[in-house]
């Protein structure tokens, strides 16, 4: 009997020690919800891991380091995406075949950058416009910096690349990147100035990426008057180089367009190198070097200073984040660090606040998008929008689509505003200081460069003005002088007509009130291209506003 007694008792306290509340144990392929407390209960982490919540193991990084790793490496942001769908989205998840069903029901949104330690000093903001004729591969080399910088998951391009097969177009699946719509992507051509953002060690980059089809040339000029630097992406597939820079070619009038807005460097990429009719070759190369850099010249950019050649395969990405063996002849940097070693611009915080306008829309208020040309911006800061004088006050200011309080010149903002409504704003209208505020008028006088018309221009002449990012018609009301190109003279007597390749000061005076600067003031504000029948016929600056008259 002692001896069953003693089992007895021993069986008693070694049940004691049991948890009766535990939760049962479901293996985690099974488990749908996280089992409560269920880590601090003793369960095996790495299961735990596998069915909590993604967000959990992202915002408290208390994960598994390994898991997180790519994470941080893709430099994703850490809160909910605008428009992103519920966290669980971002495609941090253990269990694949929710990853399958997800891929199915969302559309992948483009990752932002997180906002930086606060400690962290703030990079330059650096717009870059590719430019150039259209399938030159703009949008595959910017979709491709875009995955090379780790703002594109591979995931996210392996579905654009699926689903680009099942519609014969798989070489087009780089550019879905930036070509966001469904139009855009069927067509395989950009229409919108597409926007996204890439960081390297020393600056913040914006790429804007330019319609190349002749019919959406003014979507261009505004994506080129927001850019300092300009990329102009030339094929240089058989063929194609030639089209591309003929008469009609957009490779012409792109370059001309981008440093009428302002843009001072112009990196020329040549791309298709890998292309079987050219496979790399350094003849190919030197070809279009040629003859791009007698007219790049003409248009004003100094091939000296100003002007930087390099090959590259947007296709591959070769040549773009690290150099090629492909093309040992090239010695000089690949284009993401040379983008980066680039000098820094020089633009004064203190001057007088310039925001123009290039869109608008509703969102809980009025919000407007724009470039600030110079001055900085605070939140709260009272504003006036010129030409209607409307008291603004800046309710929330995004740089980049991340919230800050401060913003400084070059960087490109969305502000909400109080105080307006958005139909009362119109693209090409200018945010300045109540201090200091910026010129507007209807009537001008300009020196204006013919480049391209087939009969003369007489007063009385009727055009489209582009001026930085506002659209008006504008008629010459009057031809003042002519003046000489090479010596700058002008002429005593009155011209009566300007043919093309001539150079003169004209009045002009717009359909509406618009906002302007003289050139001399203030460059970005007072220099305009004019077009006609969708062709650019002259190129202008602004040298003296004229009253109106009572």
Same mark, same amino acid.
């Given at each position: 009997?002692?001896?069953?007694?003693?089992?007895? #008792?021993?069986?008693?306290?070694?049940? #004691?020690?049991?948890?009766?509340?535990?939760?049962?144990?479901?293996?985690?392929?099974?488990?749908?919800?996280?089992?409560?407390?269920?880590?601090?209960?003793?369960?095996?982490p790495?299961?735990?891991?596998?069915?909590?919540?993604?967000?959990?193991?992202?915002?408290?990084?208390?994960?598994?380091?390994?898991?997180?790793?790519?994470?941080?490496?893709?430099?994703?942001?850490?809160?909910?995406?605008?428009?992103?769908?519920?966290?669980?989205?971002?495609?941090?998840?253990?269990?694949?075949?929710?990853?399958?069903?997800?891929?199915?029901?969302?559309?992948?949104?483009?990752?932002?950058?997180?906002?930086?330690?606060?400690?962290?000093?703030?990079?330059?903001?650096?717009?870059v =416009?590719?430019?150039?004729?259209?399938?030159?591969?703009?949008?595959?080399?910017?979709?491709?910096?875009?995955?090379?910088?780790?703002?594109?998951?591979k995931?996210?391009?392996?579905?654009?690349e699926?689903?680009?097969?099942?519609?014969?177009?798989?070489?087009?699946?780089?550019?879905?990147?930036?070509?966001?719509?469904?139009?855009?992507?069927?067509?395989?051509?950009?229409?919108?100035?597409?926007?996204?953002?890439?960081?390297?060690?020393?600056?913040?980059?914006?790429?804007?990426?330019?319609?190349?089809?002749?019919?959406?040339?003014?979507?261009?000029?505004?994506?080129?008057s927001?850019?300092?630097?300009?990329?102009?992406?030339?094929?240089?597939?058989?063929?194609?180089?030639?089209?591309?820079?003929?008469?009609?070619?957009?490779?012409?009038?792109?370059?001309?367009?981008?440093?009428?807005?302002?843009?001072?460097?112009?990196?020329?990429?040549?791309?298709?190198?890998?292309?079987p009719?050219?496979?790399?070759?350094?003849?190919?190369?030197?070809?279009?070097?040629?003859?791009?850099?007698?007219?790049?010249?003409?248009?004003?950019?100094?091939?000296?200073?100003?002007?930087?050649?390099?090959?590259?395969s947007?296709?591959?990405?070769?040549?773009l984040?690290?150099?090629?063996?492909?093309c040992?002849?090239?010695?000089?940097?690949?284009?993401?660090?040379?983008?980066?070693?680039?000098?820094?611009?020089? *633009?004064?915080?203190?001057?007088?606040?310039?925001?123009?306008?290039?869109?608008?829309?509703?969102?809980?208020?009025?919000?407007?998008?724009?470039?600030?040309?110079?001055?900085?911006?605070?939140?709260?800061?009272?504003?006036?929008?010129?030409?209607?004088?409307?008291?603004?006050?800046?309710?929330?200011?995004?740089?980049?689509?991340?919230? #800050?309080?401060?913003?400084?010149?070059?960087?490109?903002l969305?502000?909400?505003?109080?105080?307006?409504?958005?139909?009362e704003?119109?693209?090409?209208?200018?945010?300045?200081?109540?201090?200091?505020?910026?010129?507007?008028?209807?009537?001008?006088?300009?020196?204006? =460069?013919?480049?391209?018309?087939?009969?003369i221009?007489?007063?009385?002449?009727?055009?489209?003005?582009?001026?930085?990012?506002?659209?008006?018609?504008v008629?010459?009301?009057?031809?003042?002088c002519?003046?000489?190109?090479?010596?700058?003279?002008?002429?005593?007597?009155?011209? *009566?007509?300007?043919?093309?390749?001539?150079?003169?000061?004209?009045?002009? *005076?717009?359909?509406?009130?618009?906002?302007?600067?003289?050139?001399?003031?203030?460059?970005?504000?007072?220099?305009?291209?004019?077009?006609?029948?969708?062709?650019?016929?002259?190129?202008?600056?602004?040298?003296?506003? =004229?009253?109106?008259?009572?």
């Amino acid at each position: 009997m002692d001896l069953v007694e003693m089992l007895n #008792t021993e069986l008693q306290s070694a049940f #004691t020690g049991l948890n009766v509340n535990a939760p049962e144990f479901v293996p985690s392929f099974l488990s749908r919800d996280p089992p409560e407390n269920a880590t601090s209960d003793g369960t095996d982490p790495v299961a735990s891991m596998e069915i909590s919540e993604p967000v959990a193991a992202v915002e408290n990084g208390e994960t598994d380091a390994s898991a997180v790793e790519t994470w941080e490496q893709k430099g994703e942001p850490d809160e909910e995406e605008p428009g992103g769908g519920s966290p669980a989205d971002t495609g941090f998840c253990g269990d694949e075949a929710q990853d399958e069903m997800m891929e199915e029901d969302e559309e992948m949104p483009t990752p932002k950058l997180p906002p930086p330690p606060p400690d962290a000093p703030k990079k330059e903001h650096v717009n870059v =416009v590719f430019i150039g004729h259209v399938d030159a591969g703009k949008s595959t080399i910017g979709g491709q910096i875009m995955y090379l910088t780790g703002m594109v998951e591979k995931r996210t391009l392996e579905k654009y690349e699926r689903e680009a097969k099942e519609k014969n177009r798989e070489t087009w699946y780089l550019s879905w990147a930036l070509d966001t719509n469904q139009e855009e992507r069927d067509k395989g051509k950009t229409v919108e100035v597409g926007r996204a953002y890439f960081e390297t060690e020393k600056k913040h980059f914006t790429i804007l990426d330019a319609p190349g089809h002749k019919s959406f040339v003014p979507n261009m000029i505004g994506g080129a008057s927001q850019a300092d630097l300009a990329v102009l992406v030339i094929s240089a597939r058989k063929g194609e180089f030639e089209t591309g820079f003929e008469k009609g070619g957009q490779t012409r009038e792109h370059a001309m367009l981008a440093k009428t807005a302002g843009v001072k460097h112009l990196i020329v990429l040549i791309n298709k190198m890998d292309d079987p009719t050219v496979d790399w070759s350094l003849d190919r190369y030197e070809e279009c070097k040629e003859k791009l850099v007698p007219f790049l010249k003409k248009v004003g950019f100094n091939p000296k200073k100003d002007i930087h050649f390099m090959p590259c395969s947007g296709m591959t990405g070769a040549n773009l984040k690290e150099s090629s063996e492909l093309c040992p002849w090239y010695t000089g940097l690949p284009f993401i660090p040379h983008l980066d070693s680039m000098p820094n611009f020089n *633009r004064s915080s203190d001057g007088p606040i310039r925001l123009s306008i290039v869109d608008k829309y509703k969102d809980m208020g009025t919000v407007v998008l724009g470039k600030l040309e110079s001055g900085s911006i605070m939140k709260a800061q009272q504003l006036t929008m010129m030409p209607n004088r409307h008291t603004v006050e800046v309710l929330s200011l995004l740089s980049d689509d991340v919230e #800050t309080d401060y913003a400084g010149p070059g960087e490109n903002l969305k502000l909400r505003l109080k105080g307006i409504e958005e139909e009362e704003i119109l693209p090409g209208f200018i945010l300045c200081n109540a201090e200091n505020l910026c010129h507007s008028g209807r009537t001008f006088d300009a020196q204006i =460069v013919i480049i391209e018309h087939k009969s003369i221009i007489c007063p009385g002449y009727n055009a489209v003005l582009h001026i930085h990012t506002c659209i008006e018609e504008v008629q010459i009301t009057a031809l003042i002088c002519l003046v000489d190109k090479k010596t700058g003279d002008k002429s005593k007597t009155r011209p *009566r007509f300007v043919k093309q390749d001539q150079v003169c000061i004209a009045r002009l *005076r717009a359909a509406g009130t618009i906002c302007l600067e003289t050139f001399k003031d203030f460059p970005q504000m007072g220099r305009f291209t004019l077009r006609d029948e969708g062709k650019t016929i002259a190129i202008g600056k602004v040298l003296k506003l =004229v009253p109106e008259k009572d």
